[in-house]
């Protein structure tokens, strides 16, 4: 089992940074797929990015394409989202997810298949 808690959500101006982390418990880190989901206000959650066990494989929804890249640091245990020229429309709640990967190469987009979720981190992009 695997314990996830999300940070550096917060408050920015359109164009500009931010870098989200996750944080997780235990030592099998490396045998976890991960990936970023994010909620909208009234909307559903939806895919942001996935990366592999080894951080060779990465994913990313069309719309941060570009702008947003994940990363992993399997001796730290932790999983980041660097998100650069952010604008208005990726106001949500961002959410780190763990899925437990048999392959190096696995990563995964749909929200019902993982496994585990932090609580989520807020971030708001101001017009």
């Known amino acids: 089992q695997v314990q996830l808690v999300e940070s550096g959500g917060g408050l920015v101006q359109a164009g500009g940074s931010l870098r989200l982390s996750c944080a997780a418990s235990?030592?099998?880190?490396?045998?976890?797929?991960m990936g970023w989901f994010r909620q909208p206000p009234g909307k559903e959650r939806e895919f942001v990015a996935a990366?592999?066990?080894?951080?060779?494989?990465?994913s990313y929804a069309d719309s941060v394409k570009g702008r947003f890249t994940i990363s992993r640091d399997n001796a730290k245990n932790s999983v980041h989202l660097q998100m650069n020229s952010l604008k208005p429309e990726d106001t949500a709640v961002y959410y780190c997810?763990?899925?437990?990967?048999?392959?190096?190469?696995?990563?995964?987009?749909?929200?019902?298949?993982?496994?585990?979720w932090g609580q989520g981190t807020q971030v708001t992009v101001s017009s």
């Open positions: 990366i592999s066990r080894n951080g060779g494989i990465t």
């Open positions: 235990g030592r099998t880190f490396s045998m976890y797929a």
């Open positions: 997810a763990a899925v437990v990967a048999g392959s190096f190469y696995y990563t995964q987009t749909r929200a019902y298949e993982y496994d585990y």
